[in-house]
């Protein structure tokens, strides 16, 4: 009577409590999170679905996550993301969970939390934005940024132009229609089964991305009726297919992190390796920005990722479940491409095999570093330089247009004290611009070194997620201005050429630096937080707990 009485103070009918599955609906919705804020109304359309299969809806807040506005990063708070939508399934009377994301972080941070609780749950991204249009070219978010902020201090661009063209960049609602962080989530989502075929791409103001959202709801029914839980979806199949994927897709750097941390929720055996390992044989197959030309729009009337799936036929685990109930293979069998020029075939790809994220070691990364070869320059991937290194990108930013600036094209960018506990939370600082003096000069990449992370619409040869990083103790904490540094990306090696008599010596005089916070989450947070290589999860976190809740309190 308490459960029935306090819920009927909404108006519901007493049919609604005749034991019929209760599906929560958790939106990441939040004027606060732009690429998320229409979330509200796709809610609406899963609400539909839900009562017509013969469910009973009840949408509920998580955390939004805005990816420009959260400071430091909004990668600070993906945890915690986690923690709150994982306490929030088990603590609530549900039995399936349709999670509402968007914006980069909000993707993995409820893949994380379903993949702890393990109820059955589906996903829905909010979809892309529309292409921007600026005069009279197609702009990428994000990506163009990268761009005007260096016309900008080259002098190329004025104030007032930049204005303007930043309204033209993001005329929809959506998230950053580049192959970003969110349009690369929403694809693994989809090539782990977690998301119905075609939903990556709808852009987010398309009438299909809201039927999407109303068939979604209804698959959350019957996947309660068929007790098909997250576990028995992301299987470490799933996640090679996704790993495939995002190598076929030219995705972002950061899925890397997300995909390690979601394993670790579900227990699936996943390593910083199986990332080139996997990915050696699979052709970039997708031209769209950072990497290539187009943009998601593009990608959705091209086909979208089922016409990439069927492309890679067996290189992907094709008989792994979906939350269709159907397998990959009966998913994108029929799926046509409309485009080969935004979708390569596999016998002409838009490029070769192993142009995918690289995984580099050496005395400087120990434990790993990442690179992303598409958005590299080819004529960097073997490169020796002396090191210009900078404790933070703010001391860096200090001298960025500095006429004086001991560097030139040869010059190895290093930029720490970015990981995990440095920051804190791992921003995406890494992809530097280049030194004001250099630009001037028609200069446009130089390797960097850093060990927070870059943005999926981010380009250049930047090493990246160096582990362990630079507040950890890692060995980046040693390196001086005029070390040599060599990048041997073919030979996937990274390697501070100073002897290892000198490094400890350098060791012995290191100090560590103080904690980022003295209380709350960002003390938790740094306290337990993980390394890069692992996904950054924090250590209390992984595993899975179920969705039992520990005694009745009423
Ligand atoms: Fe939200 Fe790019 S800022 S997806």
Not at 31 to 40: G, K, Q, R, Y
Not at 64 to 76: D, I, K, N
Not at 280 to 308: H, I, K, R, W
Request: aromatic share 6%; net charge negative; charged share 20%.
């Amino acid at each position: 009577m308490t459960h029935r009485s306090w819920m009927r103070s909404q108006g519901f009918t007493t049919e609604v409590f005749d034991g019929r599955p209760v599906i929560g609906i958790a939106t990441t919705w939040s004027e606060l999170a732009p690429c998320n804020v229409h979330l509200h109304r796709v809610a609406e359309s899963v609400k539909r679905g839900v009562w017509q299969s013969g469910g009973f809806p009840l949408e509920f807040p998580a955390m939004a996550l805005g990816e420009t506005l959260l400071r430091p990063t909004a990668m600070l708070y993906r945890n915690l993301l986690a923690m709150e939508a994982e306490e929030l399934f088990r603590a609530n009377p549900l039995d399936g969970v349709v999670l509402l994301s968007g914006c980069d972080k909000t993707t993995p941070g409820l893949l994380m939390a379903a993949a702890s609780v393990d109820l059955p749950a589906i996903m829905v991204t909010g979809g892309p934005k529309l292409n921007g249009k600026y005069q009279g070219t197609d702009v990428g978010s994000g990506t163009a940024v990268w761009r005007w902020e260096e016309d900008l201090l080259a002098g190329r661009m004025t104030q007032e132009e930049c204005f303007f063209a930043e309204g033209c960049m993001s005329r929809s609602d959506g998230h950053c229609m580049t192959m970003g962080t969110a349009s690369t989530m929403a694809s693994v989502a989809e090539a782990l089964g977690m998301q119905l075929p075609y939903s990556a791409a709808w852009p987010a103001v398309d009438a299909r991305r809201y039927e999407t959202a109303q068939r979604a709801g209804q698959v959350i029914v019957d996947l309660v009726n068929s007790d098909l839980t997250p576990s028995k979806i992301m299987t470490r199949q799933a996640f090679e297919n996704a790993i495939r994927v995002n190598a076929a897709i030219g995705g972002s750097t950061n899925a890397v992190i997300h995909l390690l941390a979601m394993a670790g929720r579900l227990g699936v055996p996943l390593s910083l390796d199986d990332f080139d390992a996997l990915a050696a044989d699979v052709p970039t197959l997708v031209n769209l920005q950072p990497s290539g030309q187009y943009l998601m729009e593009d990608f959705c009337y091209a086909g979208g990722l089922p016409a990439v799936m069927r492309e890679l036929g067996d290189l992907l685990h094709t008989g792994a479940i979906t939350v269709t109930g159907r397998t990959v293979a009966e998913n994108v069998a029929e799926a046509p491409c409309w485009n080969r020029d935004v979708i390569h075939a596999m016998d002409a790809p838009f490029q070769p095999p192993g142009t995918g994220t690289a995984v580099l070691r050496g005395n400087l990364a120990p434990d790993g570093a990442v690179l992303k070869q598409s958005a590299a320059s080819p004529h960097l991937l073997k490169h020796r330089g002396r090191a210009l290194v900078f404790d933070s990108p703010e001391a860096y930013y200090a001298v960025v247009a500095d006429p004086d600036l001991d560097a030139d094209e040869n010059t190895v960018l290093v930029i720490r004290y970015c990981g995990p506990k440095g920051y804190p939370g791992m921003p995406e600082v890494s992809n530097v611009p280049l030194p004001k003096k250099l630009l001037n000069r028609g200069v446009r990449d130089m390797v960097r070194i850093c060990d927070g992370r870059m943005s999926g619409t981010a380009y250049g040869t930047v090493v990246l997620h160096v582990t362990p990083e630079a507040a950890a103790g890692g060995p980046l904490a040693l390196v001086r201005t005029g070390d040599w540094v060599t990048l041997d990306v073919p030979s996937r090696a990274l390697t501070l050429e100073v002897p290892d008599e000198e490094l400890a010596r350098r060791r012995a005089e290191w100090t560590a630096p103080p904690p980022a916070a003295s209380r709350g989450w960002t003390r938790l947070y740094t306290d337990h937080v993980l390394q890069a290589d692992t996904g950054a999860d924090l250590d209390f976190l992984i595993g899975a707990s179920g969705h039992e809740v520990p005694r009745e309190s009423h």
